[in-house]
């Protein structure tokens, strides 16, 4: 996959945003960046739009800015030259897919239907805008069509909210959703920055899901564990079961008492925390300095992580990330 839609994956949500006045361009990435998604798609809707993306471009040069709506191949260039990263256009215009593909150029053209794909496909085309996702038949019309191309990848968009983009990110053939929740027309007339930064933060920490999934405590011996597990069961009514690869025991679920250490258990234990994706919960957790022990990961049978260490203690704990089934 292009490395420009590789990030889009991580990042997880690209909001869509229609600007009318250029001025409103840097507050709003400033918001969006302090909301945990420093990537957006500006819509050629406007006449602000090239503006709009030449100043957040510049003013934010790490940010991934693309233009949504392109029409014409006129519309490409104006928007590449602006500092525009990639490209989206609500159907499939073999036209300017062509050009895209002929330079280099990240495109998304939006596909509704099995001969879409098929056209997708033909121009050698990896992932395709699902456009309009739930009226053109949501999750299901997704399943549908990639069970007979197998290759494709989606990223759906249009009635994609905070109450329905874990059921889209939850399939495989989905690499990310946009949508317009955060960025209304509304919030940025009003210059309600501070509220579209909160409900961005709201959106990241509903995309991810994070979950204290159990506390790891370390004893100091087998024995020892045992008696404490059969102590929570007495108080709480819990059920002892040996830990994988009989390490401990856990009282419950939510319990691990740990009488083989190792490098990862900490100096008290560990807490392990489950969230929806690893590797979108390491991008996120990485653009705040949070750093990984890599040879901790896990992997499923389809290459997808399922579990890894944060590097460091926390409280004498060590914390690691477990994807949730």
């Given amino acids: 996959m292009n490395k420009i839609l590789e990030q889009i994956s991580k990042i997880g949500i690209v909001p869509v ?12 990435a400033k918001a969006l960046c302090e909301g945990g998604l420093p990537c957006a798609e500006i819509t050629f809707r406007t006449a602000a739009a090239e503006e709009s993306i030449r100043l957040m471009s510049t003013e934010f040069p790490d940010m991934l800015i693309g233009a949504g709506t392109v029409l014409t191949t006129e519309q490409v260039d104006k928007a ?7 490209i989206v256009s609500p159907g499939l215009n073999p036209q300017v897919v062509e050009y895209c593909v002929s330079k280099n150029i990240p495109i998304t053209p939006g596909c509704a239907t099995p001969s879409d794909i098929e056209k997708a496909l033909s121009l050698g085309l990896e992932v395709v805008k699902f456009f309009p996702a739930e009226a053109a ?3 299901s019309m997704i399943k549908a069509m990639s069970a007979p191309y197998t290759s494709i990848k989606f990223m759906p968009t249009g009635g994609i909210n905070a ?3 874990n059921s889209y990110l939850a399939n495989p053939k989905v690499i990310a959703c946009g949508g317009s929740w955060m960025v209304s027309d509304k919030l940025i007339k009003d210059e309600n920055f501070d509220e579209i930064t909160r409900l961005t933060k709201e959106a990241v920490n509903t995309m991810l899901n994070y ?3 159990h506390v ?14 059969d102590e929570f069961n007495n108080m709480f009514g819990f059920e002892t079961t040996s830990a994988p690869g009989d390490v401990g025991y856990f009282a419950g679920t939510g319990i691990e008492l740990l009488h083989d250490h190792n490098a990862f258990t900490g100096e008290k234990g560990h807490i392990a925390i489950a969230v929806n994706s ?20 896990r992997y499923n049978e389809n290459g997808i992580c399922t579990f890894i260490y944060i590097d460091g203690l926390y409280g004498g704990f060590t914390i690691h990330l477990s994807k949730r089934i």
């Fill in 17 to 28: 945003v229609k600007l009318d006045d250029a001025k409103h361009s840097i507050p709003l």
């Fill in 80 to 86: 590449i030259s602006a500092g525009a990263k990639f």
């Fill in 137 to 139: 038949g949501g999750l």
């Fill in 163 to 165: 109450g329905n983009i």
């Fill in 211 to 213: 979950e204290v999934r």
């Fill in 216 to 229: 790891g405590i370390n004893i100091d011996t087998r024995e020892k564990a045992t008696t404490l597990a």
């Fill in 278 to 297: 690893i590797e979108r919960a390491m991008y996120h957790l990485g653009m705040k300095g949070i750093k990984f022990i890599e040879s901790t990961a």
